[in-house]
């Protein structure tokens, strides 16, 4: 059983930060890629950003400049710093991680259960 627990969510004003965080545990050999995706209502679910086990990153242009994506390999931790905060970040955000397991079926893209962000102006 592989869970992802998410935390850091919250209401916070606009310019304001926040920093999410993403824990994976269970039968994992290793997470090959990890990232935050986001949805607003009403709206298809978007990636906001990526990381891969190398360190190579990825953003989504809304995004870039404002957010960071960081992880710790030792903690299976993927953490989202997001500063300059705006109202059409507000969204729930969701940890997506791409995870080679010790047992079948081997690999997944395993989801947390979302966190909201609410960003008022």
């Known amino acids: 059983q592989v869970q992802l627990v998410e935390s850091g969510g919250g209401l916070v004003q606009a310019g304001g930060s926040l920093r999410l965080s993403c824990t994976v545990s269970?039968?994992?050999?290793?997470?090959?890629?990890i990232g935050w995706y986001r949805q607003a209502p009403g709206k298809q679910r978007d990636l906001v950003a990526n990381?891969?086990?190398?360190?190579?990153?990825t953003y989504a242009d809304a995004v870039k400049g404002r957010f960071t994506i960081s992880r710790d390999n030792a903690k299976n931790t993927v953490y989202l710093q997001m500063n300059a905060l705006k109202p059409e970040d507000t969204a729930v955000y969701y940890c997506?991680?791409?995870?080679?397991?010790?047992?079948?079926?081997?690999?997944?893209?395993?989801w947390g259960q979302g966190t909201q962000v609410t960003v008022s102006s």
């Open positions: 269970g039968s994992i050999f290793s997470i090959v890629g």
């Open positions: 997506e991680a791409g995870v080679v397991l010790t047992t079948p079926p081997w690999a997944y893209d395993y």
């Open positions: 990381i891969t086990i190398g360190g190579e990153t």
